[in-house]
Each structure stands twice: as C-alpha cells, then as structure tokens.
Nanobody
Framework: QVQLVESGGALVEPGGSLRLSCAAS????????MAWYRQAPGKRRELVAA???????NYADSVKDRFTISRDNAKNTVDLQMNNLKPDDTAVYYC???????????WGRGTQVTVSS
C-alpha cells in the first residue's frame, strides 16, 4: 500500500522559513515524479513545485526564488524548503507522487502552513 506522509507544517511569521518533508512508502521511490501542491480556503488546489525522476524541477511563479524542492531517493523523501514566507502562502500543503511506470497518482493527507503575525 502506497503511503505519503507530510510533516513540518506550522504557524510562522511573515518573512520566516519552514521545511516540509514527505516520506513515501510502499512503492519504489525512484520511479516516482514528486510534487507539492497547496490549497488555500476557498481556492483550487495548485501546483507549488515539482521534481522529476531526473531531478529536474519546476516552480509556480509565485514561489520562484523563495521555495526549493529536493528529493532523497535513499531516504524515500521529498522536501520543500520555504523561505521569506508570505501570508498568501497560507494553505494546506499536499505531497503528490505520480508513478512513471503506471501513471497512477498518489496523495498525502496534507500539512497546514499558516503565515501570520
């Protein structure tokens, strides 16, 4: 059974930093393209950052130069380093995995990030 478990969400002041982590199990991690999405209240879920099997990355314009996505195939984890956080970054952040072999997508349950003074 494939599981994605996020951690690291918290309340942080504007300008602060957080590091989210997603641990994957039940599937060969190196076969997965990984991503972080977020959903703010009343808004659609949106892609924040993605990292493919070849470690190429893609970011939403709103987080470029502030967020960094990385993966560790030995630890089966994908992290999202978030710097210079803004109130607009407040959302539930979800880990997403897509299997290169089957095309099937998997989701974690999410972790809350709140940016407020």
């Amino acid at each position: 059974q494939v599981q994605l478990v996020e951690s690291g969400g918290a309340l942080v002041e504007p300008g602060g930093s957080l590091r989210l982590s997603c641990a994957a199990s039940g599937i060969t991690f190196s076969f997965l393209n990984m991503a972080w999405y977020r959903q703010a209240p009343g808004k659609r879920r949106e892609l924040v950052a993605a990292i493919l099997r070849d470690t190429s990355t893609n970011y939403a314009d709103s987080v470029k130069d502030r967020f960094t996505i990385s993966r560790d195939n030995a630890k089966n984890t994908v992290d999202l380093q978030m710097n210079n956080l803004k109130p607009d970054d407040t959302a539930v952040y979800y880990c997403n995995a897509v299997s290169f072999a089957t095309g099937r997508a998997y989701w974690g349950r999410g972790t809350q990030v709140t940016v407020s003074s």
